[in-house]
């Protein structure tokens, strides 16, 4: 990207009356995609694109109801509704009296740390719920090898995924969009009902009765709650929701959090305070970040000289799992897009077949040329990793802060693959 494009973009966004910044994992898949994001900060702090209608700053979520997930505590460092479990102890006070149990008061460990932990033989069960690593992670060859290691592997999923497979003990569970009852909230905070449609099929049950079965195991009866009874323990703690009765989410089709009491509709966008005159009103500033231009770990080099990056298609969704049972017409396998001007220094042309090599492992794949590529950048996706395993060749150095793998930037090459001439005679 030439550096004056990069500039003219920013005095546009600057002019502009009203501008949002949008990104998705090609910002944050990075060993430093926290700084990425805090940078976009500071260019929409710069120029007064938050706190108003219209402009703002809007993380893409690549699956349903990710931001749910992080709202209800499903992140190592919150409790629901954003308590800070080392920061704020009387919130951690007060979900312990509401709970029963004591919670620890230190950060637990993200994906990237239980994988390290796997390693020094610290961590020796894992409990997976919807999630793929044998599959989705970074370095997949390392990641078998560690999922292997574990005295006990239990997953809770719809499908019988790769990870599944490796499982000692294996949960068959609802689908959360059609056969279970809740909430779901999207990227713009706003949470909505879930209705079953359908009861889930043969052995698999809804994920709220395999749990409370689970924990009357363990010592801990939980009983029958509904749903709605964990929703309202839920707006009990989490003063965002409190305001959020399903009664009120139904009559108005979702609400925004923050959501403090029954007389709020929500709130549309966030930080407007920061526009009020009133100094008490205003609060506390944004802060501004310095933030550092750091490179991709995995260097260019004669030995490797193009760069990967991996994404979806939009006929798939994440591993395959969910979608490769079904044909589409625009799906065509997994294929090596790489630029006109690659193909032609490598003397390639589409569907010739290619190994292709990285400094952790190498796959196969056939070629097709996309003129929307620029020279040396080369793209693949993870969709079909039954047959083409693209994170054998991903890198997974990791961001510290968030553990998030470097997906979107190894170094690779690509090898020609000769088709041997046909023996003559039978």
């Not at 005095?11 to 940078?39: K, M, P, S």
């Not at 707006?235 to 979702?254: C, D, K, Q």
């Not at 017409?329 to 006109?340: A, Q, T, V």
């Amino acid at each position: 990207m030439p550096p004056e494009a990069i500039s003219s973009l920013a005095f546009d966004y600057a002019a502009a009356e009203r501008a949002q910044l949008c990104w998705t994992l090609g910002i944050t898949e990075h060993h430093n995609g926290v700084d990425n994001v805090l940078a976009l900060i500071n260019l929409a702090l710069l120029t007064g694109h938050v706190g108003r209608h219209g402009s703002g700053l809007t993380p893409l979520r690549g699956q349903n109801n990710v931001q749910g997930g992080g709202d209800m505590g499903a992140i190592p460092n919150k409790l629901p509704g954003f308590h800070d479990i080392e920061r704020d102890p009387t919130a951690r006070h007060m979900f312990e009296s509401a709970w029963g149990v004591p919670i620890p008061s230190h950060y637990g460990m993200h994906l990237t740390q239980m994988f390290h932990a796997m390693d020094k033989g610290e961590l020796t069960t894992l409990y997976c719920i919807g999630e793929n690593p044998a599959q989705s992670e970074a370095d997949s060859s390392r990641t078998h090898q560690r999922l292997q290691s574990l005295d006990c592997l239990v997953v809770q999923d719809i499908f019988l995924t790769k990870t599944a497979e490796m499982a000692d003990i294996v949960l068959p569970a609802s689908s959360s969009w059609c056969e279970s009852e809740g909430t779901v909230t999207n990227s713009e905070r706003r949470v909505q009902r879930v209705r079953r449609a359908l009861s889930p099929p043969g052995e698999a049950r809804d994920d709220l009765d395999i749990l409370s079965d689970l924990a009357a195991r363990l010592g801990y009866d939980w009983g029958r709650p509904s749903p709605q009874q964990v929703w309202d323990e839920l707006r009990s703690l989490s003063p965002v929701h409190r305001g959020m009765s399903y009664a009120r989410l139904e009559a108005l089709g979702g609400i925004a959090w923050p959501c403090y009491d029954e007389q709020s509709v929500g709130e549309a966008y966030l930080h407007g305070r920061l526009w009020e005159r009133d100094l008490e009103k205003r609060g506390s500033a944004a802060p501004f970040t310095v933030v550092f231009d750091d490179p991709p770990l995995d260097p260019i080099t004669p030995e490797f000289p193009l760069r990967l990056t991996t994404g979806r298609r939009l006929d798939s969704y994440n591993t395959g799992v969910q979608t490769s049972a079904y044909a589409s017409p625009l799906r065509f396998g997994e294929r090596l897009d790489i630029s006109p001007e690659d193909a032609s220094n490598y003397g390639l042309k589409s569907d010739d077949r290619v190994r292709i090599v990285s400094r952790r492992g190498a796959i196969e794949a056939v070629v097709n040329i996309d003129p929307g590529l620029r020279e040396g950048l080369v793209f693949m996706t993870f969709h079909f990793s039954e047959d083409t395993d693209v994170n054998i060749l991903t890198n997974e150095a990791s961001d510290p802060r968030s553990g998030t793998s470097e997906f979107k930037a190894a170094s690779i090459r690509i090898e020609a693959i000769v088709s041997k001439p046909c023996e003559a005679g039978g």
